[in-house]
């Protein structure tokens, strides 16, 4: 029984849809795990027990009545606790939002819901989605399987461990300047940031409005595509939602084959602050690209070393304007209400209590930028930057059909070593906040364990908005060619929890 935490998605379904095993015996085996190591990883905020079995069991019903079952029916997913879930906590790792129960379903949720998949809970991340380590949460740090002294990236730390750790064969995350792809880099998983606009924010809790993009996560290419059908599509609650049909990413994913394709290696995203073993698996799958039939060229994104200040002013400008709206009065915490104070003195004083050190210097920062007086300067210049970036992707794509780059400039530093220097901590986002600036499509997938430390290093795959297949195209065929010549998975490798 314990082998089913073991089971692609796509396994899974298949044996649920062929009475192989049941969905509720497979939700079991997963609270299960979640009950024996999620102690020690701690990649769960809230853990929904009878919520995922009564929904397993509603699968098992569909199947009895003989109704055809969705391709990902029954299987398990951890949700990043952003989205919101009807009668399920959401707090974004943040103390203010402690108790709040809401009301509605994310669209996200909701497609997750219609697709018969089954939530088996909300996951850690940084507070707001705000941070490169999980360690900015209110609820404490989750570790990497891998090592668990070590930062399991961030923001959505939860999601990529809880896939690490056999938590959970699916898992949702969001993307605003590498949440996703980064964690999924060190931790030895799949991640997505799908094209902005095409997977609906109607109730993704807002950090950075004009980046955030929720997208799946999973630990194979396949799982991953299939999880991305499932939630990505026009939302009209979303008024940034794309109105075109979705990128027909699981068949891209099947295709395996690279021929022929033009893949564009950015000459910004190597040099100093880079870890030897990292380059060095990151110079082999350019060299199995090439053995696969790819033409391999390099090209020049000069605005990328810009991305990264750029990315700190407008994100932080968009969140002192979101998070606005935690003002005791609406959701969660309320500290200081006792009959003698103003609004205004609750307000402040619950924000003081409510909000971490990060999420504070950001909203802060984010103020100043768009004060009069410095909004040309610093806010207005950081979107002129933007708009260069977005040029330079232009240029690239006009020679070639995707960009590779390491997703990280190195692989996962121990918990602490960073969280009191936040600069340090920015630059582990230094080849993924391009994409988000510009709002285009990108996958991390494994590409093997850095020599010097044994740990995971992520391939970034970066494609046109609107050409999300290619990723699976490339990401496809590179990790059947890497699981062929290691003889297996790369997350087999991991050391057992
Ligand atoms: N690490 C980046 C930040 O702190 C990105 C976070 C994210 O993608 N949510 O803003």
Redesign the pocket.
Known sequence: MTELIKYTAAETAGAIAKGEVTAVEVAQAHLDRIDAVDKKVNAFLHVDHEGALAAARAVDAKRASGAELGPLAGVPLALKDVFTTRGMPTTCGSKILEGWVPPYDATLTKRLKDADVVILGKTNM?EF????STENSAYGPTGNPWDLTRIPG??GGGSAAALAAFEAPLAIG??????IRQPGAVTGTVGVKPTYGSVSRYGLVA?SSSLDQGGPCARTVLDTALLHEAIAGYDPLDSTSIDAPVPAVVAAAKTRDVRGMRIGVVKEFAGEGYQAGVMQRFEESVELLRELGAEVVEVSCPSFTLAMPAYYLI?PSEASSNLARFDAMRYGLRVGDDGTRSAEQVTALTREAGFGAEVKRRIILGTYALSSGYYDAYYGSAQKVRTLISRDFDAAFAGVDVLVSPTTPTTAFPLGERADDPLAM?L??LCTIPSNLAGNAAMSLPCGLAPEDNLPVGLQIIAPAMADDRLYRVGGAVEAALNDKWGHALLEEAPAL
């Open positions: 940084d989605a705000m941070g490169s961030g923001s969001t993307d605003t300047g590498g949440s950090f994100a920015y582990a986002d």
